[in-house]
């Protein structure tokens, strides 16, 4: 096996990895939430932002370490916070089937659009640290396709689930930046997806 074989092998093994994560987190928060009540989720994400608060503010200190993080979150917030973050405000805002659509299309979604991002480029490295300001077409496709299915088995009208991924693709291949600085698309994705459908669901 060449050198080069083996390094674009390896980062796509902790792209899978980390992506993993992220829709596994995804998953059990929408299981939970659909057994517990909404008021007692709420208290038990608001527990799990501040103890990743607490690791984060260990790890800028070099205290702890946290594994399959991306080279450009080493110096900053991780993605792991924005999506807990995401996750909780969009349980605030919005219905419960529109919080659950949203979630998932943040979770399985966008672990769809950054593996066809990591095959494409070859590696994960690459995708990493370039920080993208629109991502390639097929990629926003496929973020779109994906968060469509998801849409439609979670809210059972083509129409919303639409709506939701056209937000959900937008976030996730149209980076916004405030003042030069990119939000990260964990915290945007859900956020976008939701307004879409309430907007629709909820005209004014």
């Known amino acids: 096996m060449s050198e080069k074989f083996s390094?674009?092998?390896?980062?796509?093994?902790?792209?899978?990895?980390?992506?993993?994560?992220h829709v596994g987190s995804g998953v059990v928060i929408c299981f939970l939430y659909t057994v517990f009540q909404r008021d007692l989720l709420i208290i038990g994400i608001l527990f799990s932002l501040f103890t990743i608060f607490l690791f984060e503010v260990l790890r800028f200190k070099g205290v702890v370490?946290?594994?399959?993080?991306?080279?450009?979150?080493?110096?900053?917030?991780?993605?792991?916070?924005?999506?807990?973050?995401?996750?909780?405000?969009?349980?605030?805002?919005?219905?419960?089937?529109?919080?659950?659509?949203?979630?998932l299309m943040l979770a399985i979604g966008d672990a769809a659009s950054s593996m066809t991002l990591a095959v494409r480029r070859g590696t994960s490295s690459n995708v990493e640290d370039y920080e993208w300001v629109i991502k390639p077409p097929k990629v926003i496709l496929v973020m779109f396709v994906v968060s469509l299915l998801v849409g439609y088995y979670t809210?059972?009208?083509?129409?919303?689930?639409?709506?939701?991924?056209?937000?959900?693709?937008?976030?996730?291949?149209?980076?916004?930046?405030?003042?030069?600085?990119?939000?990260?698309?964990n915290f945007t994705i859900p956020l976008y997806s939701g307004l879409a459908d309430y907007s629709l669901v909820n005209p004014v």
């Open 7 to 21: 390094f674009r092998l390896g980062g796509l093994k902790e792209e899978i990895l980390r992506k993993s994560i």
């Open 65 to 103: 370490s946290v594994p399959f993080l991306r080279g450009r979150e080493r110096k900053k917030i991780g993605g792991h916070a924005f999506f807990m973050l995401g996750t909780f405000i969009s349980i605030l805002l919005f219905d419960k089937q529109i919080a659950l659509a949203s979630i």
């Open 155 to 185: 809210l059972d009208s083509l129409k919303v689930a639409v709506c939701g991924a056209i937000g959900a693709s937008i976030a996730d291949g149209v980076h916004l930046r405030v003042y030069g600085i990119t939000i990260d698309d």
